[in-house]
């Protein structure tokens, strides 16, 4: 424990918040020199991630200590991928590996094993990163999720994130929008549309099509809760 003592307090704060996993140039920015990071690493009181990169630990890295580690490898304005962006705003059920990173066009981050990196386009998304790791908005994930989904988990996708408050049609219409390409737009109209009709499943979504609105039928009462009742009713 001795060896931990050396270190600022504000240090041990950022390892913390970081997931465990700290930069050379935010370790030097506390005073820290390059041979006490190199004792520590020798010691077996840190690990080594990648070049400059370390956790303040011996033990594996946790997939968001990893997470942090790419962020903190592709510098300023790097953020986490459509994948691991989806996974951290509950869209996503599995952590995905190796993780994805964007960086912007220009910058170099060839590190391989438990990162993907890939340069951003200007103007491909928004360039507002939101949380910590930076990650991608809930708007862009989903856009970008949703390019290479097939129709399928496409509906299960933008539903998922409808009904779990994560965002509402309207901001994903706007965000959609905001691209000057989208292959998928008036598919993902169409089905925006149908969520905020209230249609919850690929299933409901065709009787919507095929049914509901070529025989010129009334709306189905969607989702309606019942007094008393732990669940929701579907079309009635």
């Known amino acids: 424990m001795r060896a931990h003592q050396e270190f600022p307090a504000a240090l ?13 140039e935010q370790v030097r920015l506390f005073g820290v020199t390059d041979a006490a990071v190199e004792r520590m690493l020798r010691e077996g009181w840190w690990r080594h991630l990648a070049r400059g990169i370390y956790q303040t630990a011996p033990t594996d890295p946790t997939w ?5 580690a790419g962020v903190l490898i592709g510098g300023d304005r790097a953020r986490l991928g459509p994948e691991a962006s989806g996974f951290l705003h509950n869209l996503v059920d599995e952590a995905p590996r190796p993780i994805d990173v964007l960086v912007p066009v220009g ?3 060839r590190v391989g094993g438990d990162w993907r990196f890939s ?12 949380n910590d790791p930076a990650r991608l908005t ?8 949703s390019a290479i989904a097939s129709e ?24 959609m929008n905001e691209r000057s390409r989208y292959k998928d737009r008036e598919l993902v109209t169409d089905i925006l549309g149908d969520v905020a009709a209230g249609a919850e499943s690929p299933l409901e979504m065709r009787y919507l099509h095929d049914v509901e609105r070529p025989h010129g039928l009334p709306c189905g009462d969607r989702q ?13």
């Open 12 to 24: 041990t704060e950022l390892a913390k918040a970081q997931a465990g996993v700290v930069s050379r």
């Open 64 to 68: 968001n200590g990893l997470a942090w």
């Open 107 to 109: 910058c170099s981050a």
């Open 119 to 130: 340069r951003e386009r200007p103007g491909a998304r928004s360039a507002r990163s939101v």
């Open 138 to 145: 809930v708007e862009d994930t989903v856009l970008d999720l």
């Open 152 to 175: 399928g988990d496409l509906v299960g996708l933008l539903t998922a994130a409808v009904q779990r408050r994560k965002t509402t049609p309207r901001r994903l219409l706007t965000a």
């Open 224 to 236: 309606r809760s019942r007094r008393g009742l732990p669940y929701w009713t579907d079309v009635g």
